[in-house]
Nanobody
């Protein structure tokens, strides 16, 4: 079974830091883009940051300069380093990945989501 497993959420004071991790497991042939999204209470899920297999990154304006996305292709893992956290960063953070898996003689392309990890920033 192919899945994403997240870790690293928790409670932190404003101005603090947290690091999220997300590891992909299963019969994965390759992983293209990976990213982080978040959903605050009563709001829609929004993009936080993405990173391609080649390392190109994209950030939401609200987190630029504070968050850094990175990945370890050998470990099929993506990270989100979050610094200078603000109360408005409070949300459930979801990992996302576009993966290629072997399916018999061919390939399948799947979009995976993690189960979500809660980040709470107190003022």
């Amino acid at each position: 079974q192919v899945q994403l497993v997240e870790s690293g959420g928790g409670l932190v004071q404003a101005g603090g830091s947290l690091r999220l991790s997300c590891a992909a497991s299963g019969s994965i042939f390759s992983i293209n883009a990976m990213g982080w999204y978040r959903q605050a209470p009563g709001k829609q899920r929004e993009l936080v940051a993405t990173i391609t297999s080649g390392g190109s990154t994209n950030y939401a304006d609200s987190v630029k300069g504070r968050f850094t996305i990175s990945r370890d292709n050998a470990k099929n893992t993506v990270y989100l380093q979050m610094n200078s956290l603000k109360p408005e960063d409070t949300a459930v953070y979801y990992c996302n990945a576009d993966v290629v898996v072997l399916a018999g003689p061919s390939y399948r392309y799947l979009e995976l989501w993690g189960q979500g990890t809660l980040v709470t920033v107190s003022s």
